[in-house]
């Protein structure tokens, strides 16, 4: 029988009707408030759809946000900025390709003629501009940082005769520790990038389930499939991958910046770090 609506389980040739499995129910409770211990295909299927609709919504709302205060990740062209203390994380990049267009094409001729400023090309560039900066904003959260450093951009035309305008930005993504130092107002916008980009991450665990219509997992599947994962999979799962001290340390500081541990707490832990190291 079903937990959920009683609906008796079965499954023949005619009629089908088993449990989801336990992936599929935790979905169910993440974006509805329903709260069964588990679910069949009969109850299940109407409530997916509600939490997949509820999910959509969800993202959608958090993308709002994230673009309206992504502008609070800084990015700076210098290397080292005074009195910051940070921990790199990678190289991040960004690039748009615009074409000009044949009415920019006969405008800038005429423009060229006169020796004046061609404002379709000055507003390409610009939004060249802003999409490489968001791109690389946006690539800095996902590796879990909160600023870029060393910002360079580069402007060039490609396409040949086609008079496409490229622009290319590269930047370091570093993860900031001493944040009050932006001040206030860009402390409150960062905060808020970093939350919505940890839980759009939070919400990808269910990816398959959001966006694939007929991504439906029975319980019974899975429990077929687990005797033959042992025998065609013998090997030991490699350990999965650690963060480094450094930035872990790091994370630590920003949670203590935000009153998250005390100092008490911010000693200990930071302690057994070090003494974990080699």
Sequence with gaps: MCPNCNSELKSTFFSNNQLLSQEVTEFIH???????????????????EQARQQARAQDAKLGAILNKYIHYVPLLSIQAPPAWSFT???????????GTGVFAEFASSWTDFFGAQSNAYNQKIAGGEIIC???????????????????????????????ML??????????????????????????????????????RLYAGLINNPSHLILASSQQDARPAQAVDSPKAEPAPMTVPVSIQIAQLRQRHQR???????????MAKLTSKQP
């Design 30 to 48: 993440a974006f509805t408030s329903s709260r069964a211990p588990q679910y069949c295909e009969k109850c299940g299927k109407p409530l997916i």
């Design 166 to 203: 490229m622009v290319c930005m590269t930047g370091t993504a570093v993860l900031l520790e001493n944040t009050e130092i932006i001040g206030k107002e860009a402390l409150e916008g960062l905060n808020m990038v970093t939350q919505t980009a940890r839980n759009r991450r939070a919400m």
């Design 88 to 98: 790199p994380l990678g190289l991040v990049t960004g690039q748009s390709v615009t």
């Design 133 to 163: 900066q968001t791109q690389l904003r946006l690539k800095c959260i996902e590796l879990g940082g909160n600023a870029i450093l060393g910002t360079d951009i580069d402007y060039a035309e490609v396409g040949g005769l086609k008079g």
């Design 259 to 269: 009153g998250e541990l005390t100092a008490m707490e911010l000693e200990q832990q």
